[in-house]
C-alpha cells in the first residue's frame, strides 16, 4: 500500500513516516519544508505547498497513493500568527486535499482534527467525552486563543463530512489530545521540552496552575493510531480519539521528578483551567489499540535522549 504523507516533517508526520517505513509500507512524503522530514531509504521527499492546488493534484496525479495522511497545518496559536495564511493553509489546503482526492479517486484520506473540537468549558467536571459527544461551541463565550484552532478544526470536519457526503470520499479524522514527544517545536513550548529540559537538568516553568489538568498522549501512541486507521482495510467510523492521560499539574510534576530527576515548576499563581476525560474506547474495541502510561511515555522519550 502505498501512502502520501502531506506534512511529513512535523512531530506526528516525522514519526509516522519513520513508522511506516520500517513497516516495509511504501511512502511518499511532502512538505513546505523538507528538510526535518526523515532521509530514508525509498522514501520520496517533495517540497510542495498545500495551499496551491495544482502543486496538491499533480503530487496526487504522479504518485496514484492507495492512502493520504493529511498533517499539514498552522497548529495551535500558530494560526493566530497570520490569520489569512491560517486560512489558507487550514482551510483552503483541507479542500485543496480532499478535492484533489475526489479527483483523483483516492481511495482514502485520514486527517488530524482535534480534541480541541470539544470546547472544555461547555463540559462539567469529571465528564467523559466519547467521539458523539455534542460539541457546542460559541466563540464569544469560549473564545480563548486555542478556540481559533478548535473553530478552524470544526470547519474541517463539516469539509469532511460534505466532501464524504456529496463527492463519496473516504475521509476519516482522527482527534488526538495534546502530543508529546521527541522534536515538538510548535504549540505549547513547555510541552515541547519538558522531558529534554528533565534529562539535561534544566527546570520547566510552567505558566499553569498545579491543579491545572490536562490530557497528553505520546507520539507513537498517536503515530499507532494514524497507521492502523491508514492501512486497515475497511473502517467502522470517520471519527476516533487518541484518547490521553488526563493528568494534574502537579501529578506531571511529581512524576517527571521522581522519574527522570527534573525540575518541573507550575505557577500556583495562575488561575487553574481544566480538560476533560477523552475515551478511545472506540479505537480499542475496533483495533486493540492501547496508550502508554504518562510514566511509560516519559521514560521511552528519555531513553531517546541518552
Ligand atoms: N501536536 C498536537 O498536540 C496535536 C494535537 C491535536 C491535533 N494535531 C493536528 O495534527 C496535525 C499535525 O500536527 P503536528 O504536531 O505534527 O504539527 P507540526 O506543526 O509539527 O507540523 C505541521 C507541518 O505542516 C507543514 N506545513 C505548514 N504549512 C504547510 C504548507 N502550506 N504546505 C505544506 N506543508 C505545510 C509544516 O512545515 C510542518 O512540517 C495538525 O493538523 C494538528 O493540528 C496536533
Redesign the pocket.
Known sequence: MKTLI?????????NLTSQLSEQGESVVC????TN?TPNLDGVELIQ????NYDEVSQIINTHEPDRIV???????R?ALEDLSLSL??NLL?VDNVFRASVESSVPRVV??????VYSSLDYEDGLIVTEDSPRPYSPYTAFDTASY?SAL?HMNEYQALLYASREDLDVCAI??????GPG????YPW?GSFVEDAVAGKTTNVPMHPDSTFGLVYVDDVVDLFEKVTLAKKLNFDVYNTGGNLISLSEIAETVNTVLGGNFVPDPSREPTFQFNISNNRARDEFGYEILSFADAISRHAALLS
Not at 48 to 51: A, H, K, N
Not at 184 to 187: E, P, V
Open positions: 502531506i506534512g511529513s516533517s512535523g512531530l506526528i508526520g516525522r511532502m512538505d513546505l519544508d526535518t510542495g505547498d498545500v495551499t493529511h498533517l499539514a497545518y498552522l497548529v495551535g500558530g489558507h493553509v489546503g486527517w488530524a482534527s482535534t480534541l480541541g484552532y478544526k482527534r488526538p489530545s495534546t502530543v508529546f515538538r517545536y510548535t504549540g510541552v
